[in-house]
């Protein structure tokens, strides 16, 4: 088979697109937050778009047994986990899932697990649930970002009755290990807690790393747990608007039934049959994309400790978000401002990931290496 190749946007594509990354962005302004690729979708998700557009085809989804089929495929030959295709919901988006499954275990008040720093709309999520938020941060470490286990059981012997894990992790690039999932299953089974693992980034987890997915687990993990995860983040296609949520125990399938019928057909149809075509049809794509990101993620270290070797960022695991710590360059409170203000350059500041980590930012690698370049050369003019 040919080999696929990722084409880049060029600069004068990039500033025509419609998205949030470019049309928050002022035209003097390198844009690099925002979790979206700088590349071209994958030639068979094009291809369904354009058709289903040609023939008009663009009414209310309805049945799409193609959804969980081609998820389970795309399982079994990723992650060697074998799944039950239909124990799968069709949501509008990873966020609208999980706010759905959280009105459905808990009521306002109640007390839902998060652990800082992570993605910015966790917080979003729990404040329009209502629920209490109860953060265990990270431990950070000269090894790394270490789970607070001690802390975790503590807060579960306290009441809490959803965790919400971001498997992989951003902004810290980690995968979880076995053991440490299978500890988060067995602690939750022991304390009557949910577990809803967010799992969008799996699909772009690095070769050298193993992506565990929850509900791989077995019985215990499977009793527990709910998978949210979309095709949105890996193959880029945020807009189109399409997310699943997975159980595979009877007892859980039978709660998460009672989700609203509407959440089905509010995800589109273009978003729905794209995401089926993305699981069954854009392994090869997927591969080349991580090509190009694991290149990008060590070029971006290589550029780092040249112009701005005293910063800290370790190549992450999964995705395509570096998170780097500034603290060395004593730019005050909120330094992503200042390389804004300063350097003309965005990206996502560390403080709306968590309340320990107002010295990171977060920067979007999934662009060119012509653009990281700049990104960092702008970093530097900020000083
Ligand atoms: C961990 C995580 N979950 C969810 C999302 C957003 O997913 P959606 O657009 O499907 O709500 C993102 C986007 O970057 C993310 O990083």
């Not at 089905?264 to 993305?278: C, D, M, N, Q, V």
């Not at 070029?299 to 370790?314: A, D, M, Q, S, W």
């Amino acid at each position: 088979m040919a080999k696929v190749e990722v084409r880049e946007f060029t600069p004068a594509e990039m500033r025509h697109h419609r998205s949030e990354k470019w049309r928050d962005a002022p035209a003097d302004v390198l844009p690099l937050p925002v979790a979206e690729m700088d590349f071209e979708i994958a030639e068979p998700i094009r291809n369904l778009l354009i058709e289903m557009v040609q023939r008009s085809d663009l009414g209310y989804l309805g049945p799409i047994p193609e959804l969980g089929i081609s998820f389970a495929k795309f399982a079994k030959n990723r992650w060697q986990w074998t799944l039950d295709p239909e124990q799968i919901h069709t949501v509008t988006d990873v966020g609208v899932g999980v706010v759905e499954v959280l009105r459905l275990f808990t009521k306002p008040g109640d007390k839902v697990l998060i652990s800082s720093p992570v993605y910015h709309n966790f917080y979003t999520w729990v404040n329009e649930t209502g629920v209490e938020k109860v953060d265990v941060p990270f431990l950070q470490n000269k090894n790394g970002w270490e789970i607070d286990f001690d802390g975790i059981k503590q807060a579960y012997k306290s009441g809490i009755k959803v965790h919400i894990l971001c498997s992989p992790h951003n902004p810290i690039g980690r995968v979880y290990l076995k053991d440490e999932l299978l500890q988060i299953a067995q602690l939750a089974h022991e304390h009557g807690v949910v577990v809803i693992s967010d799992e969008i980034h799996a699909p772009l987890t690095f070769a050298e790393s193993t992506f565990i997915p929850f509900l791989s687990l077995g019985p215990v993990a499977q009793g527990v747990g709910v998978t949210i995860t979309a095709a949105s983040k890996a193959w880029n296609i945020a807009g189109l608007k399409c997310a699943i949520v997975v159980t595979q125990n009877d007892a859980m399938s039978k709660r998460i039934s009672a989700l609203p019928p509407a959440t089905h057909y509010r995800a589109s149809l273009l978003g729905a049959f794209a995401t089926a075509t993305a699981f069954a049809d854009c392994e090869p794509w997927l591969d080349a994309v991580l090509e190009k990101l694991d290149s990008n993620r060590r070029f971006l270290k290589k550029i780092l400790n040249e112009k701005l070797p005293t910063v800290r960022y370790e190549i992450p695991e999964c995705s395509y978000l570096a998170w780097i710590d500034l603290a060395s360059l004593n730019l005050g409170e909120n330094p992503t401002k200042v390389l804004l203000e300063k350097g003309k350059v965005s990206f996502n500041p560390g403080h709306t990931f968590g309340p320990h980590t107002g010295q990171f930012t977060r920067l979007n690698f999934a662009t060119s290496q012509n653009v990281l370049t700049q990104a960092v050369d702008r970093m530097v003019q900020a000083l």
